[in-house]
């Protein structure tokens, strides 16, 4: 099945997305605590506020940097049916990559091939080393 947003919902996930992706979150592999560096926790502190600003009242971080919220049934009437879920994301970047001054790249209508990342020549995601491109 598959659904489509508006052109304007759609326009403000990607603006969200984008903003989440530029957010350095690298590792530190020589670490000792959890999480590995305190600049993690900036995305989970950003996800907090923003499930605070879009209702969950519940919305905290706790001192690992792991974000929660409860989002109610809707409608109310249903809480006792409908059953909670749980959302888990990974938000950190590994440490092998850097995670300071990503540039979001967006392919609209990708039709397959090489991708050559803007502002340095020498760096392509291939094919032949990516196939699932």
Known sequence: MRTSLN??????LLERFLRYVKIDTQSDENST???STEKQKDLSRILA?????????DAHM?????????????????????????LIAHV?????ASG??????I???YSGGD?????AVDQIITVAENPNL
């Open 62 to 86: 706790n001192e690992w940097g792991y974000v929660f919220a409860t989002v109610e049934a809707n409608p109310p009437d249903l809480a006792e049916i409908v059953p909670t879920i749980g």
């Open 107 to 109: 392919i609209e209508r």
């Open 100 to 105: 300071a001054n990503v540039k979001p790249q």
């Open 33 to 35: 605590t959890s999480p």
């Open 49 to 57: 506020q923003e499930l605070l600003e879009l209702g969950c009242e």
């Open 92 to 96: 950190d970047t590994a440490f092998g």
């Open 7 to 12: 052109p304007q919902d759609r326009m403000d």
């Open 115 to 119: 991708i050559p990342l803007p502002g």
